[in-house]
């Protein structure tokens, strides 16, 4: 991971990427234009070439056969030296490649066409460039027999200086220099205000959220992002804040409330024990003693492994261990366990199982699920009431679970809350008796196995809680 050190502007490298763009494109443009420059000055030359060619020609073959004479231009020995880049040199060469006449202003040959020879003798315009002691030429083969079959083993050689050619192409390329130049100093200048005004609403969000120093801070980002892409990130970031301020709440109530609930079993403990050692007592208030002692204890440990399962199904480690299981016999379990109970607060359990169901899931959560629902229920109904539990399969084929009591049912303000750690509904209830944690351990174990958990009225009043496990 780099240090802060070694990290790099953004700024500077988006400056950067607009700097290597520039000097990419001017740099393509600039070697585009001088090509093509270059090659639409050589084809006027060559056109140039081919006219001299020909009016050469011309007089040559109009010359007596003896004499091969030039068309020569009348000027004095100072213009040919001012003129020197301008004048056309030209030559006749004759079967054995030997210099028949030249023009007045070539004091020194030019160099032997060998190249082109073969394809002059087949009656072939040639083009090239040549070096010779004159500088850097465009020179042209051009043969006489095109124009008189008399001279078929004649060939006329017509020249001219590259030098206005090349003062031209440098001109250009200085001018293709000093703008790209004179555009990079713009696209830095442009590229820094781009990446300046690009950057602003990401500094605002750097600036506000380090502004947040505490969960008690957890404010909103409110910088100004005119872009889809920042406004996504500004959205993101207040929906995460939200979850956290929500995490943290939640937190934080989960540790009052845990620690209220844990204080009460061992405040009773301590003063259990405390009364029991002030003197001595006979093995029967002992045993009592203990015997209240293990109650509380069992209840504290009942709570820690509910927090326990929580804080697993917190940490995606809440696993369960799939199984086939009949429902008959599941349901069976449940009534059998809470027999007592029901009896107890003289509560009728009634099964409802149409075709044979089976569940894939793990035993011990849906029996614990089933169980804390309908001990919930029978807590919740009144004396000589009825709690119904219903397993059936519905039309996509997902197993249903239903609890309903004729209870006084769970009031609609209530229905978002009722699955929060230690929520309870029920004020009139005494005092520790359960721990508020059995609707969210539900929600978790089901949650666990992709299912889901709802509450409504139910058909008889009261109160219905249906599981769907897919």
């Known amino acids: 991971m780099k240090s802060a050190g070694s990290q790099v502007s953004y700024r500077a490298l988006l400056t950067r990427r607009f700097v290597w763009l520039w ?18 000055l050589l084809q006027q030359v060559d056109r140039s070439l081919s006219l001299v060619a020909s009016l050469q020609a011309r007089a040559v073959v109009e010359s007596p056969p003896e004499s091969m004479e030039l068309k020569e231009w009348e000027l004095r020995p100072d213009e040919i030296g001012r003129l020197q880049d301008v ?11 030997e210099i028949v006449t030249r023009s007045a202003n070539l004091t020194q040959p030019l160099p032997d066409p060998d190249s082109g020879w073969d394809a002059v003798q087949e009656g072939h315009i040639v083009y090239m460039t040549i070096t010779s002691p004159q500088g850097l030429l465009r020179q042209t083969l051009y043969p006489l027999q095109r124009l008189d079959p008399a001279h078929a083993e004649h060939a006329i050689q017509v020249a001219v200086s590259l030098g206005p050619v090349s003062r031209m192409l440098n001109q250009i390329d200085i001018v293709l220099m000093s703008v790209s130049i004179l555009g990079l100093l ?14 602003r609403p990401i500094e605002e969000i750097v600036t506000q959220t380090r502004e947040i120093h505490s969960p008690d801070e957890l404010k909103r980002i409110t910088a100004y992002a005119r872009t889809h892409e920042f406004a996504s990130l500004v959205e993101v970031m207040n929906e995460m804040l939200e979850r956290l301020e929500k995490a943290f709440d939640s937190q934080q109530r989960f540790t009052a409330d845990a620690s209220h609930e ?24 002992y045993s009592e003693t203990l015997q209240s002692s293990l109650e509380e204890v069992i209840r504290m440990q009942v709570l820690v492994d509910d927090l326990l399962l929580l804080a697993r199904n917190d940490a995606n480690a809440l696993q369960p261990r799939f199984e086939l299981i009949s429902a008959e016999e599941l349901i069976a379990e449940v009534s059998k366990g809470l027999a007592s109970t029901a009896g107890e607060f003289e509560v009728a359990l009634e099964t409802i199982i149409g075709e044979p169901v089976v569940i894939n899931a793990d035993r011990g959560m849906i029996r614990r699920c089933l169980t804390n629902l309908v001990e919930n229920a029978i807590h919740h109904s009144p004396r000589g009431g009825r709690v119904t539990i219903e397993i059936m399969k519905s039309d996509a084929g997902d197993i249903v679970l239903k609890v309903a009591d004729n209870g006084e049912g769970v009031p609609e303000s209530a229905r978002d809350t009722i699955f929060d750690r230690f929520y309870k509904t029920d004020s009139s209830r005494p005092a520790g008796e359960g721990t508020g944690l059995g ?14 958990i709802t509450v409504e009225d139910s058909p008889g009043g009261g109160a219905l809680f249906i599981i769907c496990l897919p």
């Open 23 to 40: 000097a990419i494109g001017i740099l393509i443009v600039s070697v585009v234009t001088h090509l093509v420059v270059r090659s639409i």
């Open 87 to 97: 004048l056309w040199f030209v030559q006749v060469w004759n079967e054995k490649r």
């Open 186 to 199: 713009i696209v830095i200048a442009i590229g820094w205000g781009v990446a300046t005004s690009a950057i």
């Open 262 to 285: 844990l204080r009460t079993p061992l405040t009773a403990l301590r003063g259990t024990i405390e009364v029991a050692l002030r003197r001595t007592r006979s093995t029967e208030d």
């Open 439 to 452: 609707l969210s351990l539900v929600k978790a174990m089901v949650e666990a196995h992709s299912g889901t």
